[in-house]
């Protein structure tokens, strides 16, 4: 009856330190998170923010590209195999600080509670790391991450590569299909419509001419 | 508008079925059934229906408008690849792609349409008993649709600089180079084929040999996942499955009503990886050699990025424009490359302010690749329990590594005899740029290891393999399953070895003469 109840004491102490962990204390996630839960925003965040700082060479810093909400729309649009795999990477890494503890006083806490300064120097001995495992962790996290970034509409538009503006052109495929999930009822276009057939000879574009109007206009916060 | 022009389009759509019109289970009839609409099975579906056979395309993804196409190199591949664009080999740990879209992988690759040199087929006819196998039988199909789909070396106009800069760098050493011949008309040099053409300029099959197969008379069945190809006997009777959800991803949400079609011939052209996992899921059909799933090969691909002192727009130009074959007997083929920025920008090194200087020098750089004919490192492909996403075991052979080794050293010899300051190879446990070829010597070592190198395979074969002898092959030279009277199979997976070039242009021309074969035989 004794070690039944230290038993259930120890488990009730367990349950309560991961919970503790896992959930407690973070901020509230921001607005419009279909697939990440609060913990997993404030985690991207806190990379993004090392990852990619502000005063850096591009427009935006990380913070600035709104990656959570970039990585949420991945997310939503993987198959649900993959999407596991990337969550149980960043919740990986939002701990692994109990094997590669941050250069401060509780650097075991959750890697998103670090200083910046723990943060940057877990990452790097995770690039670094001897066991391929780590790194394979990093580089895998970094990837996530590059796509978000640096694919951000202001930071491909400061660097001058972002796509060209190129008015939408109508070929057979646009004359006997739909849009995606649409009926073919949907189908805007008639043959008179066609701006595009075998003998179509294109201007090439201008290595300096217009870049999609999407991009030019994006600012701080748009994608 | 002429009346001629007009009167196609009504009868074309009224063969188009897409998923929104789907509302009960159905069933149909026809000569030939062809499974996947990428090149080969477009091309197959084309000229069977203008013989005048009753055909009908499958095709398991969506057609795409250029409306439709994702800028996003990275959410554009969660629509039109399958698993979402992170599919990975075992074994030896590498990305693989396989596109799931109306036109297959055409849609969203480079355009490339490489013959291969005599010399593979004549190791195939030598290795693999093939005996109409060779340039002079297959020339007149790779004629024909190279007329068909304005197939032509890339013009100057449009190379763009980071591609004549290759063209700069061969010729500084002395390495013959050619533009590469694309299926393109009218390209304007926007360098995104990857994420799906909007000049349309691209021939992939949606705007070539699908609407002409409509033309003729094709029926095009988009959104059906087929996941079983019926027999009886010897022979087959036809294909079943469910309708499938855009974007689902094979999930049992998207999954709806069931479709069986009935058929005098088969033909699979699903996808090296594809086509035997459904022979697998079908009872292990047209196995009895026991060669279905085995001898997978790759072409893995390794890549350099060179830094130049001045900006070139790389962002302008055909994605891959230039190339060069004077390795192929080597074991490797070279070419330019250019792909959505964050892509190229995954193997920079460091992070902060490190890692975003690296980004801003993105203007300034190239990126040339080389792909190996890794005849030695195999693999296979198993299904999985209960999906139809195939599991790649697959490992990279020593030998096939040192071609890699060695072809990182042309690269990065190409890249200082054009003027690169710097060159970053993308490799761990070296140093992460070189300024001088002489550093560089050290990529051409043993210090550079499979494990640390970043290692692409996109061209995939082997998988139903083509061999005389039915013993140790799945097809005959005419495509057709030695067990089975009537199932033929039309993709790359019948390749009895990698073709050294990219494998397109093959694989199309092989499926011409197939439907030849199989046209006379209805």
Redesign the interface.
Same mark, same amino acid.
């Given at each position: 009856m004794f070690i039944g109840l230290i038993v259930v004491a120890i488990a009730a102490a367990l349950g309560l330190a991961i919970h503790r962990r896992g959930y407690v204390g973070y901020p509230p996630a921001p607005a419009g998170l279909a697939v990440l839960h609060r913990g997993e925003a404030a985690f991207v965040d806190a990379v993004a923010e090392?990852? =990619? +700082?502000g005063?850096?060479?591009?427009v935006l810093s990380g913070v600035e590209a709104q990656l959570p909400h970039y990585i949420d729309?991945?997310l939503a649009?993987? +198959?649900? @195999?993959?999407r596991v795999?990337i969550r149980l990477l960043f919740n990986t890494v939002e701990h692994i600080t109990l094997l590669v503890p941050g250069d401060e006083p509780g650097g075991r806490r959750r890697f998103s509670s670090l200083s910046a300064a723990s943060r940057?120097s877990i990452?790097?001995r995770l690039?670094h790391h001897p066991n @391929?495992l780590f790194?394979l962790l990093f580089t895998a996290l970094?990837?996530v991450f590059?796509? *978000?970034?640096? *694919?951000h509409p202001a930071?491909?538009h400061g660097?001058?590569?972002?796509?060209?503006e190129?008015e939408?052109?109508v070929?057979?495929?646009?004359?006997? =299909?739909?849009?995606?999930?649409?009926?073919?009822s949907s189908?805007d276009f008639?043959?008179?419509d066609r701006t595009?057939d075998?003998d179509?000879?294109?201007? +090439?574009?201008d290595?300096?001419g217009e870049r999609?109007r999407a991009y030019s206009r994006a600012g701080r916060t748009g994608r | 508008m002429s009346a001629l022009a007009t009167d196609w389009l009504t009868p074309a759509r009224e063969r188009v079925r897409v998923f929104a019109q789907y509302d009960h289970a159905f069933e149909e009839k026809c000569d030939v059934v062809v499974v996947g609409s990428g090149p080969s099975g477009s091309v197959a579906a084309y000229e069977l229906a203008a013989q005048g056979h009753d055909v009908i395309l499958l095709e398991e993804g969506p057609p795409f408008t250029v409306r439709d196409f994702e800028l996003d190199g990275n959410l554009s591949m969660t629509r039109t690849m399958r698993e979402g664009g992170l599919r990975m080999t075992q074994g030896t740990t590498m990305p693989t792609m396989q596109a799931i879209a109306l036109g297959g992988g055409s849609l969203v690759n480079s355009a490339i349409c490489v013959r291969p040199p005599d010399s593979v087929f004549e190791r195939w006819a030598n290795r693999f008993e093939l005996e109409r196998t060779d340039r002079a039988t297959l020339d007149p199909h790779f004629d024909a649709i190279a007329d068909f789909l304005g197939i032509a070396p890339t013009p100057d106009e449009i190379q763009g600089k980071r591609n004549l800069l290759f063209r700069e760098g061969c010729d500084a050493l002395g390495v013959s180079s050619e533009p590469i011949e694309r299926n393109v008309r009218g390209c304007r040099g926007s360098g995104e084929c990857f994420t799906g053409c909007r000049s349309r300029a691209k021939q992939s099959m949606d705007v070539s040999y699908i609407p002409a197969a409509l033309r003729e008379g094709a029926r095009v069945l988009t959104s059906v996942q087929v996941q079983e190809i019926r027999r009886s006997g010897r022979r087959v009777t036809g294909v079943s499955g469910q309708v499938v959800a855009p974007f689902s991803h094979g999930s049992k949400k998207g999954l709806s009503h069931r479709f069986r079609i009935e058929a005098k011939a088969v033909v699979l052209a699903a996808g090296c990886t594809a086509t035997p996992v459904l022979l697998q899921h079908s009872d292990d059909l047209a196995n009895a050699s026991g060669q279905v799933g085995e001898n997978l090969q790759f072409h893995p691909g390794v890549a350099i990025a060179g830094v130049f002192p001045e900006v070139i727009d790389p962002q302008f130009g055909a994605t891959q424009g230039y190339q060069s074959l004077a390795f192929i007997n080597e074991g490797f083929k070279l070419e330019s490359l250019w792909a959505p920025p964050p892509l190229l920008a995954l193997r920079f090194p460091g992070i902060g302010a490190e890692l975003q200087a690296r980004f801003a020098e993105l203007p300034q750089i190239a990126i040339w690749d080389a792909i190996a004919s890794a005849n030695r490192s195999l693999g296979r492909v198993k299904k999985r329990f209960r999906s139809l996403d195939p599991i790649l075991e697959w490992r990279l052979h020593p030998d096939d590594m040192a071609i890699m080794r060695r072809s990182l050293h042309v690269i990065a010899q190409l890249f200082f005899a054009a003027g690169a300051e710097r060159i970053l190879p993308g490799v761990g446990g070296i140093p992460d740029s070189f300024t001088s070829i002489d550093d560089a010597a050290i990529l051409d070592s043993s210090a550079v290891k499979a494990s640390n190198l970043v290692v692409g395979g996109n061209h995939v074969f082997c998988t139903t393999r083509m061999h005389g002898d039915p013993t140790r092959g799945v097809v005959d030279e005419d495509g057709r399953c030695h067990d089975l009277e009537n199932l033929y199979i039309a993709d790359t997976g019948i390749f009895p070895q990698c073709p050294s070039v990219n494998p397109m242009f093959t694989g199309m021309a092989l499926a011409r003469r197939q439907a030849h074969v199989l046209g006379g035989r209805l």
């Open positions: 090392v990852l =990619f +700082p005063g850096g060479a591009l729309r991945h649009a993987l +198959p649900r @195999g993959k795999l940057v990452l790097d690039a @391929g790194r970094r990837s590059v796509f *978000g970034y640096l *694919g930071n491909l660097l001058g590569l972002s796509p060209f190129i939408p052109v070929s057979d495929a646009e004359l006997l =299909f739909p849009r995606v999930g649409g009926l073919m189908i008639e043959e008179a595009v075998r179509t000879v294109n201007p +090439p574009l290595p300096h999609h | -």
